[in-house]
């Protein structure tokens, strides 16, 4: 018996409204992604969105009591690879930003990544943005009832690496629902044929991370922000599907 609990078209229908303030929370953002502007002005705006439609920030107190997370969203820089705190610091031409986003709303949790590009990037970095985008479109393909999840971290894995990047390997997917993180994990590494095979409504998330550099991470001494080992740029994108009888849906568009 799987252990991955399996949602009503209720639940979903709830699922796809809390992933729809997830994708308008990217849309408010993005006019103000630009040199200058403060991780703290963009977690500011988030929450005011969430808030104001009724739903609450998913991060903000997440995790241990002594150490809670203090933003309504992930904000990582550069060669922040995932949980970067959003304080004072301003983004700058060139940099790129990972904004992880999730809300809960009606009891249910959406959530989302996507990596912004601020004003001219490298073509080298630009690219890591377009294969780590790219990766997950390819996964997102491939969920459909029979697949497996190792086709899914297959799938990532050999565009990335193929192209040379890194993937992260100690941070991944996961199921969601009622609660933020559920059965089943969710890796973006792996081999074809191999691992949970898919029913009708699993809800879980896809999210990449692809380093420049060599895969290896480190976790800083305040105990959330994970970096590049190497100092290279990293990418993220994430969403949230359900697999339906005739293949997917993703709900966080």
Not at 124 to 153: H, M, N, W
């Amino acid at each position: 018996m799987s252990r991955v609990p399996l949602k009503s078209a209720r639940e979903i229908e709830i699922m796809r409204r809390a992933g729809a303030l997830v994708a308008d929370t990217f849309r408010v953002l993005a006019p103000f992604v630009k040199p200058g502007v403060t991780l703290k002005e963009l977690d500011r705006l988030a929450e005011e969105h969430i808030r104001k439609a009724g739903a609450i920030p998913a991060y903000v107190g997440y995790g241990p009591k002594n150490n809670p997370f203090p933003g309504t969203i992930c904000a990582s820089v550069n060669e922040v690879i995932c949980h970067g705190i959003p304080d004072a610091r301003e983004l700058k031409d060139g940099d790129i930003i990972g904004v992880d986003i999730g809300v809960l709303l009606g009891g249910y949790y959406g959530d989302a990544c996507t990596t912004y590009t601020v004003g001219q990037v490298s073509a080298e970095v630009q690219g890591l943005v377009d294969t780590t985008r790219e990766s997950l479109k390819d996964a997102l393909d491939l969920v459909k009832p029979g697949a497996r999840l190792g086709d899914i971290g297959h799938a990532i894995q050999s565009l990335a690496e193929g192209r040379g990047y890194g993937v992260v390997r100690e941070y991944t997917g996961h199921g969601i629902g009622k609660r933020l993180h559920e059965e089943p994990t969710v890796l973006h590494y792996g081999a074809r044929y191999t691992g949970l095979k898919l029913q009708p409504g699993m809800v879980f998330t896809i999210e990449p991370m692809v380093n420049l550099g060599r895969p290896e991470t480190r976790l800083l001494a305040d105990g959330w922000t994970v970096v590049t080992a190497d100092g290279s740029p990293s990418a993220q994108f994430e969403h949230t599907v359900v697999v339906t009888a005739k293949g997917h849906e993703i709900l966080t568009v």
